[in-house]
């Protein structure tokens, strides 16, 4: 069958990868145990053999490995950076997904048949800055920050010519990847250069007058009443009192869903979808990924749509949103 729009999963750990790929996705994207990909927390990501295990798994069953190594190195200390592309290239991953410009000028001089992804990261969102990317480091595709409009998205698409990879489901931020710095001044550690937003050893939960309070360091994140949906506490999904008045003062704890929106998406000219998730379960995954692989596979053969309570069932904050692709702000 043809595919209406690629799907691209979250693979967190090897046991999520096998899970993405037995549910029908076309491809997954991970990282290594470390700080060079935005997704270091204990528990999740890939050594050099389980990607080499789980890239075998995958490509067994026609399934792509984007490896992410999209946090910004330190000065003076590229090597882990270095080190995570050319496992990812030893291993047969079909393509890294980078941000930093000289881990782009690495992979481009030292891994050339490598395929190059623009991380979101990067956050590239101008025809400059995407053909400067294409012609100056190869990149082949580009995962777009969530700012855009369809309309933005496809006009993008038009005039630089380059695969687009957009996000489809999961959770929100405040929408600035690659320029967050909220957590670090809370806990010393930087999302954009740890890999890691609230790690967990800085997360705290209490008990206080029958209410779950939720910390990060020394800071309040968030109180609820039993039964009220909470995310996990990062800055941004904080709720904080703010002139007498308790609010989510950035973003409110809430999912994105473009179901609705995947034949505009497509008419775009959107290459591929992204699903957020790599600190999910598996059993997340494999949910997400077989709804939309039958969302997908309905739209390419022109049949009704299956239902899609599943999914509504495990959004962020029990609410779901087209974010900035229906935007009416500026």
């Excluded at 990501?45 to 026609?62: C, E, K, M, Q």
């Excluded at 590229?78 to 030893?90: F, L, N, S, V, Y």
């Excluded at 308790?246 to 979808?273: D, M, Q």
């Amino acid at each position: 069958m043809t595919r209406y729009l690629e799907l691209v999963s979250p693979a967190g750990t090897p046991a999520a990868l096998r899970a993405a790929v037995d549910a029908g996705a076309d491809s997954v994207y991970c990282g290594f145990q470390d700080s060079t990909n935005a997704r270091n927390y204990p528990g999740l990501n890939f050594d050099a053999d389980d990607l080499r295990t789980g890239v075998a798994y995958a490509h067994g069953r026609g399934t792509r490995v984007f490896v992410a190594v999209n946090t910004f190195p330190r000065a003076g200390d590229p090597g882990p950076w270095r080190a995570a592309i050319d496992a990812a290239a030893k291993a047969g991953a079909d393509a890294v997904i980078l941000a930093d410009l000289g881990m782009l000028d690495y992979a481009a001089n030292h891994h050339p048949g490598l395929r190059r992804h623009l991380s979101v990261q990067a956050a590239a969102a101008s025809p400059l800055a995407i053909r400067f990317y294409a012609e100056t480091f190869g990149v082949s595709r580009i995962v777009l920050p969530r700012v855009l409009s369809v309309a933005e998205v496809a006009a993008l698409i038009a005039d630089t010519g380059i695969e687009a990879e957009v996000f489809a489901f999961g959770s929100l931020g405040t929408m600035v990847e690659g320029r967050c710095y909220l957590s670090s001044y809370m806990t010393g550690r930087s999302p954009s250069c740890d890999g890691v937003c609230a790690p967990a050893e800085h997360v705290s939960y209490r008990e206080e007058e029958g209410q779950l309070v939720s910390y990060l360091g020394r800071v309040m994140m968030n109180r609820v009443d039993a039964g009220e949906s909470a995310a996990y506490p990062t800055p941004c999904k904080g709720r904080f009192s703010v002139r007498g008045e308790e609010r989510y003062l950035f973003e409110e704890p809430t999912a994105l869903n473009v179901i609705p929106l995947l034949a505009e998406l497509k008419s775009a000219g959107v290459t591929a979808l992204k699903i957020e998730g790599r600190q999910r379960s598996r059993a997340y995954v494999a949910t997400v990924v077989a709804a939309f692989r039958g969302i997908l596979d309905a739209l390419a053969a022109g049949k009704p749509l299956p239902d899609t309570a599943a999914l509504r069932a495990i959004a962020e904050g029990g609410r779901e949103t087209f974010a900035a692709y229906a935007k009416g702000w500026r």
